[in-house]
């Protein structure tokens, strides 16, 4: 991946990390369900930790348990590290590791705000993870590794911080088939999670080359189109985009029921945030004919 692209990655989750989305926002929501989560589960954390970025749900199928230490590789606003704390319980720890300041600075207010103490955010790309070897019981991750540059280096950095007999419980977007030439080269597709995936195979080959045993790759079925739910909702563009037209502003374009939450284009800037360079993907192709939610398990032995 070119610095071009990681630092476009980068710029687009940070304008996220700095919208109004949340559990909140009815399309962030019915996303968040679409892959996985309960409406309890979605209740008992921060709202602000769900921006609708997700493909599944690590924790689901982690087998977490009281006292084990977990990492959430690309934790965004923490939505699985909060979950993880929780089943971890306060002899345990919950670690967030996010490239994007905005994201580690959202979800460290929000775990300040509910006084969260058993969970830690870190700056860093997840290829290079500021933790000792072997000193995690679980490492899970949610729609990130794809957007990785270098794939291979992030699953061989899983397997050196990770304790022997560790795990690896991973939601991602992975590919059935070659993408269209046209998708393949699309900067939005890249940082939609689809131009950037692998396929099942080549994440299977991959995870068993850094040393992994008992590696499974499984289709989960769920509708990729889910994220078309929350184009409009939330996400205001960052100033460099557009200026708001009015200071609680808080989406790229019209506002559902035409309300004046809403930013003014900049004549020329591209428009397109990760929710809606997606949604037009989707537009154009169905997405699920060559890409697919999977759940990635492996282990240390």
Known sequence: MSKTI?????????????????????????????????????????????????????????????????????????????LAAKKVGPTGR?????????????????????????????????????????????VISNCVINLAPDKNAVLREIFRVLKPGGRVAVSDIALKKELPAEVGRDLMAYVGCIAGAVLVSDYVAGLKAAGFSAVQGVDTGKDLNAYSKVEGQGGCCPPAMSEPTRPEAACCGPAPGGSEACC???????????????????????????????QVYAVKR
């Open 6 to 82: 990681q630092d476009a990655v980068r710029e687009k989750y940070a304008a996220v990390a700095v919208s109004g989305l949340s559990t909140e926002d009815a399309g962030v929501r019915a996303v968040a369900e679409a892959f996985g989560y309960s409406a309890e589960e979605l209740a008992s954390i921060p709202a602000g930790a769900n921006m609708g970025l997700s493909c599944g749900n690590p924790t689901a199928t982690a087998n977490l348990r009281p006292g084990e230490v977990v990492v959430d590789l690309g934790s965004g606003g923490g939505l699985d590290v909060f």
């Open 94 to 138: 919950a670690v967030g590791i996010d490239m994007t300041p905005e994201m580690v600075a959202r979800a460290r207010a929000s775990a300040e705000r509910q006084g969260v103490g058993n969970v830690e955010f870190h700056l860093s790309t997840i290829d290079k993870v500021p933790l000792p070897d072997a000193s995690v019981d679980c």
């Open 264 to 294: 003014a284009p900049t004549a020329g800037d591209d428009q397109r945030t990760v929710h809606g360079g997606l949604a037009e993907l989707l537009r154009t192709y169905d997405v699920n004919e060559f890409a697919a939610s999977v």
